[in-house]
């Protein structure tokens, strides 16, 4: 299955219909990897096809996410493999506020 951003997102519940104006999961997750890719010290590992992203971060950036609030899995997979995951409460601002804290904890190396 193709992840494409439509216009309107409707998400079929129990008894109600959800029209969801953002983009999807995957497409949210695809912006986080987009980001990542080219940061000094980290490694996006495989390709961003749903809404799971895996990377290999140095252990002062892991450790800075978490300091600011950050929640996500990581050295379950190996040393330094985080896992990202996005859903339909994820944001563009979400994933932008992430990327501006790994950004800022890349250089700051």
């Known amino acids: 299955m193709a992840c494409e951003t439509p216009s309107a997102l409707i998400q079929a519940g129990i008894g109600s219909v959800i029209l969801c104006e953002r983009p999807p999961p995957c497409v949210i997750a695809q912006r986080l990897t987009q980001g990542l890719e080219g940061l000094n ?3 996006v590992l ?7 992203v895996f990377c290999r971060l140095p252990s002062a950036i892991i450790e ?7 929640e996500f ?3 379950r997979w190996g040393p330094n493999v985080v896992r ?6 994820t944001t563009v601002e979400d994933v932008d ?3 501006a804290h790994v950004t800022r904890a890349a250089v700051a190396r």
Request: hydrophobic share 45%.
């Open 84 to 89: 990202f995951v996005t859903s339909f409460s």
């Open 46 to 52: 495989g390709a961003t096809e749903a809404n799971i």
């Open 41 to 43: 010290g980290v490694e």
């Open 97 to 99: 506020n992430l990327l």
């Open 73 to 75: 899995y990581h050295d």
């Open 64 to 70: 800075s996410l978490l300091q600011a609030g950050f």
